[in-house]
């Protein structure tokens, strides 16, 4: 069934939904369309990092490369304009814009622009002073899911690996609140205290044995330099660090922790002048993609494709078309170079 504008804005709605839980994902929107193609201008869809699609861009031929270049952008952290379509459709593609091979007997094409969305913060803010509380309300303010706790009850179980904890406890339990952050392993712990009781504080968790590892994540005093200030306004300073990290990247859970599984990203670069044509022949696929070695498309590796076993291999193709191709003279695919 073809998307309706009101399935758009649905999408936007979830969209709004998916990142106040954590959750990252990328919005992909058809901006242009070449009949039959069944996706429609305006029609969204939203793929999360493991391939979930929800809504409606385009059928069996648009799909899977969709969601390969979704998860690309997710990774990169850069949006996408790409064309899908066949090279004798299109001349010198516009500067920034990326064309995908895609070989659909229906001779349609689509343009897409596909962009990150990254989750918002979620901060925890461990204390129950004014500050802290001005921090949460400031937090909020922005967007961002905040969440106050006091010291007596707070545990590393209260963090995840993206949350962001500022230990607010000035000195009513700074060691226990800063244990338990450490513990979670979060994107970011900081401390709100002097440089001279922060010693204080991280060099009595080295003598419990805490891993310097651990302990170096730590960042005190948190908060730009201000000089002088009042409590709500420490708030404002760490907030305006947090801010400044996050544009860095440096609140990125992805970066801060080492065993963050990567998503290949392999393409050809077009002329400097205008856009870039892929080859869609890759030696790196998402899991759970192949490619069709008749036409070149990427499709899912699965019943769906039409599977042909040969010699000890599955292959999988995108019409019966291609597949009855191949069985009829596999060694010409296997050997030919890739299709682009």
């Not at 270049?69 to 064309?83: T, W």
Request: hydrophobic share 40%; net charge negative.
């Amino acid at each position: 069934m073809n998307a309706q504008p009101t399935d758009g804005w649905r999408m936007v709605e979830k969209a709004s939904d998916l990142a106040r839980q954590g959750v990252e994902f990328a919005l992909a929107t058809v901006v242009w369309r070449q009949a039959p193609s069944s996706g429609h201008q305006g029609a969204r869809a939203i793929i999360t990092a493991d391939g979930e699609i929800h809504g409606w861009i385009g059928g069996a031929c648009a799909e899977p490369v969709v969601i390969r270049e979704a998860q690309r952008v997710i990774e990169s952290r850069q949006p996408r304009l790409i064309l899908l379509g066949t090279p004798d459709q299109f001349g010198e593609l516009p500067e920034g814009m990326m064309f995908v091979q895609m070989s659909c007997q229906s001779e349609g094409a689509l343009q897409l622009y596909i962009e990150p969305v990254l989750a918002s913060p979620h901060l925890v803010v461990v204390g129950r002073s004014p500050m802290a509380t001005t921090l949460v309300d400031l937090a909020t303010a922005l967007g961002w899911r905040a969440d106050l706790i006091d010291a007596a009850v707070f545990t590393s179980a209260d963090v995840e690996a993206w949350s962001v904890v500022v230990v607010a406890t000035q000195g009513h339990g700074d060691e226990e609140a800063v244990e338990q952050a450490v513990g979670g392993r979060p994107a970011f712990v900081g401390l709100v205290a002097s440089s001279k009781r922060g010693e204080s504080v991280l060099g009595y968790l080295a003598d419990r044995g805490i891993s310097s590892e651990l302990l170096d994540r730590v960042r005190v005093p948190v908060g730009l330099d201000l000089g002088h200030t009042s409590h709500p306004e420490i708030a404002v300073a760490v907030l305006a660090e947090l801010v400044q990290l996050r544009a860095n990247g440096a609140l990125d859970s992805r970066l801060v922790d080492e065993a963050a599984q990567k998503v290949p990203v392999a393409m050809s670069t077009g002329p400097s002048h205008g856009g870039s044509r892929e080859h869609v022949h890759h030696t790196e696929l998402t899991p759970g993609t192949a490619i069709d070695l008749v036409c070149g498309m990427t499709v899912p590796a699965d019943r769906t494709s039409r599977p042909f076993d040969y010699e000890g291999e599955t292959y999988y193709f995108c019409c019966p078309g291609c597949r009855v191709s191949f069985e009829k003279d596999p060694a010409a695919y296997l050997t030919q170079e890739a299709p682009c």
